[in-house]
T-cell receptor, first 110, second 114 residues
Framework: TQLLEQSPQFLSIQEGENLTVYCNSSSVFSSLQWYRQEPGEGPVLLVTVVTGGEVKKLKRLTFQFGDARKDSSLHITAAQPGDTGLYLCAGGSGTYKYIFGTGTRLKVLA | SAVISQKPSRDICQRGTSLTIQCQVDSQVTMMFWYRQQPGQSLTLIATANQGSEATYESGFVIDKFPISRPNLTFSTLTVSNMSPEDSSIYLC???????????FGSGTRLTVV
């Protein structure tokens, strides 16, 4: 069974701090997605990475796919209260079905 | 990307009853997915709903407990049957997956069983 473990599980930081969220698996994925979910809403896609070693930037967010395509990281620079939410990674293996990670709940305090 | 309307947004139900959740998409899609998100946890796929055929259920989920209808390419329902407090969760429908927009989700149904 494919599993995606995220760490940390919870993170509470002050506005302006940097943070990194990790998504790890023993399985190889053909692509990996990152989502953010706010209370009362469904998850919203942030990025998809498909190539080992790939780095993508979305404003203050930097996403990296591991060289072996088994892990990924999300780095947020100068976090803002608007970054608060549940961050989920999701791994795909070439089918329509993605496995969602265990989730990281981020709270950014003003 | 598609826009999904899901309802109800929340409900409080008595144990032993059933609740049907509706999901309407603004475009035709081949597959629709139903997820469960238990409090503070990640998403677990319940089933995949294809138009014109029976839904495909994931391990641990059965049709008698979670019957699904898919009458056309823009609509699906999920029923949570004979509810118990353990069914208290957020239920989400979604479409997409592998395309550039990833999955698009409805806003979810927060179900509380008392």
């Amino acid at each position: 069974t494919q599993l995606l473990e995220q760490s940390p599980q919870f993170l509470s930081i002050q506005e302006g701090e940097n943070l990194t969220v990790y998504c790890n698996s023993s399985s190889v994925f053909s692509s990996l997605q990152w989502y953010r979910q706010e209370p009362g809403e469904g998850p919203v896609l942030l990025v998809t990475v498909v190539t080992g070693g790939e780095v993508k930037k979305l404003k203050r967010l930097t996403f990296q796919f591991g060289d072996a395509r088994k892990d990924s990281s999300l780095h947020i620079t100068a976090a803002q209260p608007g970054d608060t939410g549940l961050y989920l990674c999701a791994g795909g293996s070439g089918t329509y079905k993605y496995i969602f990670g265990t989730g990281t709940r981020l709270k950014v305090l003003a | 990307s598609a826009v999904i309307s899901q309802k109800p947004s929340r409900d409080i139900c008595q144990r032993g009853t059933s609740l049907t959740i509706q999901c309407q998409v603004d475009s035709q899609v081949t597959m629709m997915f139903w997820y469960r998100q238990q409090p503070g946890q990640s998403l677990t796929l319940i089933a995949t709903a294809n138009q014109g055929s029976e839904a495909t259920y994931e391990s641990g989920f059965v049709i008698d407990k979670f019957p699904i209808s898919r009458p056309n390419l823009t609509f699906s329902t999920l029923t949570v049957s004979n509810m118990s407090p353990e069914d208290s969760s957020i239920y989400l429908c979604s479409v997409g997956g592998t395309g550039p927009y990833g999955y698009t989700f409805g806003s979810g149904t927060r179900l509380t069983v008392v």
